[in-house]
């Protein structure tokens, strides 16, 4: 069992950076959701419309935005609640390290070069000509293939693969089972109606502090290569198809598949089950909402929402109309009928 992490409340904020109105000699042993925490625990308000709840924690104290109005509990005054809390977690809780080392059942090719520093686990497997910087973590049953190159601190947790002659750069994070350069899905149709593989020969470029979430793929690209710029976050059981490009910072949420050549610029986020049918572009700052289908292009900031998708905002003025579609077309009937009636009556002059 991990040791129990003990901080003032005055050395905490100061470590944070943050205003502190309350009493600095209360010990912190860690942090929770506001519902759940105990009178030793720090948590946090980021959205103003949960400010009732502070009255039912049981928090020692809370990060805010703005001093609360009670001295209990105590406010720690950040400009980014969120972004501090997460700061806060990381202090009191470190996910296990393995030591140093290449563990006896791990295979290493001769001809690759693995910095100092790393930890290698039982049967992970390292390709010929691969190139892996400092610090890094492979955890068991990870497999790098021929030729990879690979940056400093890079942590990959088991049953991830790099395939072979794909780029990662520093910082970079692959959860369990993640696939990084597998084979972009590419077919010829023959005259005989069979299917002929295309080679894909292009490679997939994963940049600085990245994260790839579980049982995602990013595909190699048929030629050229498949990018993932510096930054983006992406969710598990995403697939990137090939050549496509995921922009800085993008945030790409699970279950969604960028079809071949997606083009997607900077802050793009993706909400869950989006679907993209590729070769277009979404523009920097564009937010698409879950279970949207993209068929064209998004401009830059635009909020869209839908399948096929449209503006968000004319999204939901259609969806709270769809219910109430069968009363309209019984009433557009029942008035059709009555013109029919009409016109059909005899005139007098």
Known sequence: MATVQRISLGDLAARLGCELRGDPDI???????????GPAELTFLANPKYAPKVKQTRAAAVLVSEALDTPQPASVISSNPYHDFARALALFY??????????ATASIAPTARIGEGASIGAYAVVGERVSIGR???????????????????????????????CRIGHRVILQNGVVI?????????TSAGTHFKIVQSGVTVIEDDVEVQSLSSVDRATMGETRVQRGAKIDSLVQVGHASVVGEDNIICAQTGLAGSSILGKNVLLAGQVGVSGH??????????????????????AVVSGSPAFAARDWLRAITAFPKLPDLLKTVRQLEKRLERFDAAPRTS
């Open 94 to 103: 470190q996910p296990p390290r393995p030591a140093p080392g290449i563990h």
């Open 27 to 37: 010990e912190i042993t860690g942090v929770a959701g506001m519902e759940h925490a």
């Open 135 to 165: 610090n890094a973590v492979l955890h068991p049953h990870v497999v790098i293939y021929e030729g990879a190159r690979i940056g400093d601190d890079f942590c990959a947790h088991s049953h991830a693969v790099v395939r072979e002659f």
């Open 280 to 301: 277009l572009t979404i523009h920097d700052n564009a937010v698409v909402y879950a279970q949207s289908g993209i068929g064209g292009d998004v401009a830059e900031g």
């Open 181 to 189: 350069g597998g084979d972009g899905f590419g077919f010829a149709k």
